[in-house]
């Protein structure tokens, strides 16, 4: 399974950015998707999910720190993953990496697979 994230870049304090995600590969059911920040010096946090299981109903869950500004989508295409960046700040600069939590057949269990990373920079 790969993860291709596009999107990143430089945009101004209080600006706004789109990044996307698509997983290709043997995907027999993708459970979840989302997106990770890793700011300079830091590890690696989670920014937003968004989650199927084994259903059809999406569910999102958010970070504190990005809750009211950043939105998660699920493409129409299941496999792709959306995150839409409003209001942004200085502290949301770094590299963002997508992951996408897959089971590879029916009878498979779910692993956890990471796109290489989009860097994004917010002057101020």
């Known amino acids: 399974v790969q993860l291709q994230a596009s999107g990143g870049g430089l945009v101004q304090a209080g600006g706004s950015l789109n990044l996307s995600c698509t997983a290709s590969g043997s995907i027999f059911k993708n459970v979840a998707m989302g997106w990770y920040h890793e700011a300079p010096g830091d590890q690696r946090r989670e920014v937003a999910q968004i989650t199927s299981g084994e259903s059809t109903n999406y569910e999102e869950s958010y970070s504190s720190s990005v809750k009211g500004r950043f939105t998660i989508s699920r493409g129409n295409a299941e496999n792709t993953v959306f995150l839409q960046m409003s209001g942004l700040k200085s502290e949301d600069t770094g590299i963002y990496y997508c992951?996408?939590?897959?089971?590879?057949?029916?009878?498979?269990?779910?692993?956890?697979?990471w796109g290489r990373g989009t860097q994004v920079t917010v002057s101020s």
């Open positions: 992951n996408a939590d897959v089971r590879m057949t029916s009878q498979s269990a779910v692993y956890r697979y």
